[in-house]
């Protein structure tokens, strides 16, 4: 009997990534990057375009499709916001994912959601707090090996947690929300104000490394933001490990230890802090996350 197939699909701002799995081997895995910004439609036909090129590939139906979105969608099942691809919003995201796979079993969630979902898995732990650091932060609970608040009630939207009352504008329009302050964008642009200079991603590297205050103090600023949203997950839910991943993250390779550091600051009597270390699936989470969300779906 020929083995299903399972397609993950990580939709980002600048590019889409596919994974194929039929049981539990890997068939076929492949992205592409997004054409300049023009209009969703444009957008739609260009994923399209790359889907019909994966089915010849694999000359099989897909049974089920999972996909990983990074927007906000609300009760309508309409994007409500995405920052990076804008042209987006309003757009009914069930009705143009069924569209593209009429074939198969679709279901989607937020990327953090699915990222955790993997990482828990990678990491055998059920119960599991994961934070993707990057151009924004996300994230996503798993609580009892399922997703918290689960599939149809809403994405776990860490990054909006605000975290100080009279801190940065987020993209979002409120004050003060964990993305506005310990993303990689906020980080560099805190940066550069300390340095008095632009600083880019490799200076902020290479200043850390060589322990200048400037860059020291801008990751402590993120480390203790990102310490704060933990803590705060931890005293309402009572996860048992903290994984930190994203691009940023993985790129700033003292950043998981300072989170470490400034969790432990904040216990209090008899709540020991959470082991916070480096997610296992670094870039891959949210796209291993939807292969699993594809097997869901199709059971």
Request: hydrophobic share 45%.
């Amino acid at each position: 009997m020929e083995k299903a197939h399972h397609l993950g699909v990580d939709i980002g701002g600048t590019k889409v990534a596919f994974r194929v799995e039929a049981g539990a081997e890997c068939v076929d895995e492949s992205s592409f990057r997004w054409d300049p910004r023009r209009s969703a439609a444009h957008d739609l036909a260009q994923l399209a375009h790359h889907v019909d090129e994966l089915r010849t590939r694999l000359a099989a139906p897909l049974r089920a499709v999972g996909v990983a979105m990074p927007g906000t969608v609300g009760p309508d099942g309409r994007i409500t916001a995405w920052p990076s691809r804008p042209e987006w919003n309003g757009l009914a995201l069930d009705g143009s994912l069924r569209a593209l796979f009429p074939e198969a079993a679709v279901a989607w969630a937020d990327d953090g959601d699915l990222g955790a979902l993997a990482e828990a898995r990678a990491s055998g732990c059920d119960d599991l707090l994961y934070l993707g650091v990057g151009t924004g932060i996300g994230g996503g609970l798993v609580l009892q090996g399922a997703l918290c608040p689960g599939l149809g009630r809403g994405s776990f939207e860490i990054g909006h947690v605000i975290v100080d009352m009279g801190g940065a504008t987020c993209v979002c329009g409120r004050r003060g929300c964990l993305q506005a302050i310990a993303s990689g964008p906020a980080t560099l642009r805190r940066a550069a104000r300390l340095r008095g200079a632009p600083a880019t991603f490799e200076d902020l590297r290479r200043a850390l490394g060589d322990a200048e205050p400037w860059a020291v103090t801008a990751l402590d600023r993120t480390s203790r933001a990102l310490a704060a949203a933990v803590s705060g997950v931890q005293e309402l839910v009572h996860p048992r490990l903290v994984l930190i991943g994203g691009g940023f993250a993985a790129g700033i390779p003292g950043l998981v230890a300072m989170v470490s550091d400034r969790l432990a600051e904040l216990a209090r009597p008899g709540q020991p802090p959470l082991p916070v270390e480096p997610a296992a699936l670094g870039g891959l989470s949210s796209l291993r996350g939807a292969v699993s969300l594809a097997r869901l779906v199709a059971s």
